[in-house]
DNA sequence: TAATTTTGCATCGTGAACGATATAAATTAA
DNA sequence: TTAATTTATATCGTTCACGATGCAAAATTA
């Protein structure tokens, strides 16, 4: 193999990085406001979606260790829309539940996945092309996550 | 529109988040040896490509800003892989260069893109899917870029 | 030429990510 | 029941990633 290979352009995993970095930016003018990082949303829709859940719950749907969770939340705890509270039956455990803030951000957020949906449809030109991506990453992501175990 | 669309599951900037994590994560195996990180093997590529260049120039490739450049690199020239040195005819300039022990590695990372190609394509199923989001990927990252300037 | 603006890089602060390690509670085995 | 193991979470250290700011050299303008 020559060291053609080794080309930057070459790689799909520079891409997947780029493009990462670069649509987490596409959401700053929308997470700016609400004083949120992207991160932070993610765990907000976990918890939209369900509340009061353990920790693991959380870092297991979003495919995160519980060594990045845990201090995602006590940021989140501290600037009021969750709360932190040891299970009640497993004590282990800490229950992350919404505060009265944390449920209203609901609203203000609402309109954020149809924003960023037309601002990377205007970007990437067509929404189906976009699309057609989605289960080529579910089956990449899903074949990795099993590689890290 | 309903709360369905905030559903985690239908955003394509998760995929994009979580697959760009999980592919950094797959090269572990072959640049833990090395002693590098993902972004530092990028940053040789950059050099490997070609010797010598400022650090704007590199961070233009990598699509970096210079404040996350210019840590990653001094970083780099502790462990002896590269030297920073002032430009001759622009003295704000910092020239980039490879150390003898930087050229070395070169051979070492020889086999790596088509290690990591192999593991995706286990992962992800097929070559053909794993290409063709390529472009897609390409258009959404040039659209993104204009967007942040 | 002197003053202003731009450019290239560095520094600082904050928030992820994550490997390694720690700790207490729960579970299992002896 | 006691001991060993596993589990849930937390803490620590290192490395990105990036906004904000600083600074000196270069380029531009007056």
């Keep these: 193999m020559a060291y053609e290979q080794l080309k930057l352009e070459n790689q799909v995993c520079f891409r997947l990085y780029t493009a990462a970095r670069l649509t987490m930016g596409?959401?700053?003018?929308?997470l700016d406001p609400l004083g949120l990082t992207y991160p932070q949303y993610l765990v907000m829709l976990v918890l939209w979606e369900q509340d009061k859940q353990p920790v693991n719950d959380i870092a297991h749907k979003l495919l995160l260790e519980?060594?990045?969770v845990t201090p995602l939340l006590q940021?989140?705890?501290k600037a009021g829309w969750i709360k932190r509270k040891k299970g009640k039956e497993d004590s282990r455990q800490r229950i992350v539940s919404l505060t009265e803030k944390?449920?209203?951000?609901?609203e203000q957020a609402k309109h954020i996945?149809?924003?960023?949906?037309?601002?990377?449809?205007?970007?990437?030109?067509?929404?189906e092309e976009i699309m057609q991506m989605i289960p080529t990453l579910d089956k990449l992501i899903e074949g990795l996550k099993q590689t890290e175990k």
């Design 26 to 30: 596409a959401y700053h003018p929308y």
């Design 66 to 68: 519980t060594n990045t």
């Design 75 to 77: 940021r989140m705890e």
């Design 102 to 106: 944390g449920v209203e951000m609901r």
């Design 113 to 127: 996945p149809e924003c960023l949906s037309a601002d990377i449809i205007k970007n990437a030109g067509s929404a």
